[in-house]
């Protein structure tokens, strides 16, 4: 009889968002960076890795510091047709604080995305809502840190990436979070990228759109078009 190994049985396979050998098999509790300029696709990836998930099952967070979760809500339901209410959490950056819930989905509304601590309590509640609902896999994305900059300085939102990687690890879920590359120093990029397991980073290249994975093998990838 052969033998299962669990943790493959565990691991996370992004290739089918995007097509690279080194996020077919992405351990749990892996955090990863979206780093790219502006509309280059980041936020959609993103979004895409979480719904990817959804279809089959998993759970999903979403802490969004643009979008209404209304809005979030919606697009999921349109784009995952079988997806069950339980299976998503949204932490809505936006609100007046509070907890509500719109079509059995979870919401937790933050007065501002510079309300660090609220965003935590908010996904906090979202993970132990979706383990209580038997979602022992699961994704989040948070969109985007570049918002979150603009309220509070980068040691604060690298102390929270690194608390939040430390609660991904112990859900056993993965987590995705996007920045805007072009909008801070590389000194700023720098400190944020040390919170993360991995990046992945887009770029325009002679009119294509380009990316590559970094941190999550021994060589980062070639940059390739997608």
């Not at 995305?113 to 609220?118: A, K, S």
């Not at 979602?135 to 509070?152: I, Q």
Request: with cysteine; aromatic share 4%.
């Amino acid at each position: 009889m052969v033998k299962t190994n669990k943790l493959s049985e565990n691991m996370y396979d992004l290739s089918n968002v995007l097509d690279f050998d080194a996020l077919s098999s992405v351990r749990p509790g892996t955090s990863l960076l979206i780093a790219g300029p502006a509309m280059s696709g980041k936020e959609g990836l993103a979004m895409d890795v979480l719904k990817d998930g959804a279809e089959d099952g998993e759970g999903a967070v979403v802490v969004t510091t643009n979008d209404q979760a209304a809005a979030v809500i919606d697009e999921f339901q349109t784009d995952v047709p079988g997806m069950e209410d339980s299976q998503l959490g949204v932490v809505d950056c936006r609100g007046d604080g509070g907890d509500s819930q719109q079509n059995g989905s979870y919401i937790h509304h933050v007065n501002s995305p510079g309300d660090l601590t609220g965003i935590g309590i908010g996904i906090t509640k979202a993970l132990e809502g979706l383990h209580k609902s038997g979602r022992d896999k699961g994704r989040l994305a948070l969109v985007s840190l570049s918002t979150m900059l603009t309220y509070t300085d980068k040691k604060t939102v690298f102390k929270l990436c690194h608390i939040l990687s430390s609660r991904l690890d112990s859900a056993g879920y993965i987590g995705v979070f996007t920045i805007d590359s072009g909008a801070h120093d590389d000194q700023t990029l720098q400190v944020i990228k040390q919170a993360f397991d991995g990046l992945v980073e887009f770029r325009e290249q002679d009119g294509t759109r380009q990316a590559r994975v970094m941190g999550l093998s021994s060589q980062p990838s070639d940059w390739q078009e997608i």
